[in-house]
């Protein structure tokens, strides 16, 4: 028989361990959204929630076992895993139904002759109501969250608006979403002249030259971007 003290101090320390990826894998999918500006595909996002699903109720579970008898102490444990839940996954919940139910109201095989419309959006931008089309962008995005000019849109939206700093992570966000060299060459432009210009951070204009030889390293232009690389990278 197992002594009922080693089961608790086991199940104490699987409690804290398990903490070890949920914080790890959280922070990493905040990073990757918000500091690369890059989308974690649906088939991973359904693995975490589920694999989230599975670990609340586990730590309930183990909570409820030893601190039952302080229900002060549970109550606010358990509140606790909950903020700390919304905070690190919120967002892979938020942007995991939103597609669900885009797909809902538009399945797969009638999706790809859908297209977004602008019309509503641009009819604010010529009433130079510029936070009204921004708003109408964000909505776009909502229903193609891959769609590049949305995006593009939504960053020069914020540029007319002098949110500098919000407008270089949509433009990256973007960038990363399309495929030509030479209209991510365009993109890559104008991030380096926010960056330079607009933000005073030439280190971020380097980092995006460098990302973009290293997705284009053959492409037309690939050696004006090299030159360009070695005048920012020379010491002043």
Known sequence: MIDSDALELGGKLLTGV???????WGIYALRRRYRYHEDISARVETFTLVGLILFFAVETYLLHRFISDSPGYFFFAVLGLIVSGVALYGSMMISLSSQVIVDMIMPSERSKTFEPSYAPAEALERQEDYKGALQEYLVIARMFPREPTVLLRIAESYVRLGRHAEAVGWFERASSRIDSAERCLQVTNRLCELYNRQLDRP????RVLETYLDRYPEAEYAESVRQRLKRYSAPA
Do not use: G, H, N
């Open 18 to 24: 398990a903490f070890i990826p949920y914080l790890a």
């Open 203 to 206: 280190d971020e204009a380097v």
